[in-house]
């Protein structure tokens, strides 16, 4: 079953820490890759995206993609209070599907 | 900047009602999808729609779901005869291309009585 798998956490790191968020998958002919932020009770939205392995940077933001691995991360620099949520990550996989296959989530805490 | 817009906000409904949820995607894109998250759980996709079609459906998408995009502008998602496990919130994503990513819709909350 092809799946996305993130740590629901929580994780908790002090204002203006760096904050990494993992996820891995299971299909290694997925192809684009993207994290979402998630209020509660809101809709998701989109922080990046990256299709090829490496870094790619915007802002605060950092997405690293290790498709050998079949591993995604997103660092947060400078985290702020604000930046509190689940993020999830989610993944167009190869199998047929251009919907979206969501991982769970991981609950980010930022302490003041 | 261009949003998905989702009505109403929030739906409730008695058990075995149809309901219809509206949703105008961004005007120039071309792929529209409908996923629902039940409270607590994953985002989980239900239908996407290119070219006035269905072009993917999951498992939960059965017989009591329909899609339909009646104007040009509007893409709806009709639940037959609802049931209390409908009980969710659902979110329209639309996006411009294949690869590129898809922006979601407020959403709407739905409850069955």
């Known amino acids: 079953q092809k799946e996305v798998e993130q740590n629901s956490g929580p994780l908790s790191v002090p204002e203006g820490a760096i904050a990494s968020l993992n996820c891995t998958y299971s299909d290694r002919g997925s192809q684009s890759f993207f994290w979402y932020r998630q209020y509660s009770g809101k809709s998701p939205e989109l922080i990046m995206f990256?299709?090829?392995?490496g870094d790619k940077e915007d802002g605060r933001f950092t997405a690293q993609l290790n498709k050998a691995s079949q591993y995604v991360s997103l660092l947060i620099r400078d985290s702020q209070p604000s930046d509190s949520a689940t993020y999830l990550c989610a993944v167009n996989m190869r199998t047929g599907r251009r919907a979206l296959t969501f991982g769970s989530g991981t609950r980010l805490q930022v302490q003041p | 900047e261009p949003e998905v817009t989702q009505t109403p906000s929030h739906q409730v409904t008695q058990m075995g009602q149809e309901v219809i949820l509206r949703c105008v995607p961004i005007s120039n894109h071309l792929y529209f999808y409908w996923y629902r998250q039940i409270l607590g759980q994953k985002v989980e996709f239900l239908v996407s729609f290119y070219n006035n079609e269905i072009s993917e459906k999951s498992e939960i998408f059965d017989d009591q779901f329909s899609v339909e995009r009646p104007d040009g502008s509007n893409f709806t998602l009709k639940i037959r005869s609802t049931k209390l496990e409908d009980s969710a919130m659902y979110f329209c994503?639309?996006?411009?291309?294949?690869?590129?990513?898809?922006?979601f819709g407020d959403g709407t909350r739905l409850s069955i009585l």
């Open positions: 994503a639309s996006r411009i291309t294949v690869n590129q990513p898809q922006h």
């Open positions: 990256i299709y090829s392995n």
